[in-house]
C-alpha cells in the first residue's frame, strides 16, 4: 500500500513543480495547464493518457478550448503520493515539450 507524501517530501516535491498547487478543500494537487490553442492541448491528453495507463494512474481532468485543468491524488491512498509526483512531473515534460 503506497502512502501520502510526508508534510516536508511534499513541500519538496512542489518546489520542483511550477505551477502545481495544493487543492483547498481535500489532499490533492493542481495545476491549470494553458496551450496555444486546442489541437496542441488535446494533443498533451493523448500524449499524458498514454502515460497514465502505463503507470496505472490517472487524472482527474477536464478541457476547455485551450486549457486543461488537471487535480492529481492517489485514492488508494486517500490523498497525494509519490504516484502523483512522478504522473505531475511526466505532465509538465510532455507540456513543455508541446508548448
Ligand atoms: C484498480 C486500479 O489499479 C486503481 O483504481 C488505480 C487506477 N488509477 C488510479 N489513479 C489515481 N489517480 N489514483 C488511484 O488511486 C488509482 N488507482
New binding site residues.
Given amino acids: 500500500m503506497i502512502e501520502r507524501l510526508s508534510q516536508t517530501r511534499r513541500r519538496e516535491a512542489l518546489a520542483g513543480l511550477p505551477g502545481w498547487q495544493d487543492v483547498a478543500d481535500r489532499d490533492a494537487i493542481a495545476k491549470t495547464f494553458t496551450f496555444p490553442d486546442f489541437n496542441a492541448a488535446f494533443g498533451f491528453m493523448t500524449r499524458v493518457a498514454l502515460v497514465a495507463e502505463k503507470l496505472?494512474?490517472?487524472p482527474e481532468w477536464s478541457n476547455v478550448y485551450r486549457t486543461v485543468a488537471v487535480t492529481?491524488?492517489?485514492?488508494?491512498a486517500g490523498g497525494v503520493t509519490e504516484r502523483d509526483v512522478a504522473l505531475a512531473t511526466a505532465m509538465d515534460q510532455i507540456a513543455g515539450a508541446a508548448a
Fill in positions: 496505472d494512474h490517472h492529481l491524488a492517489t485514492h488508494d
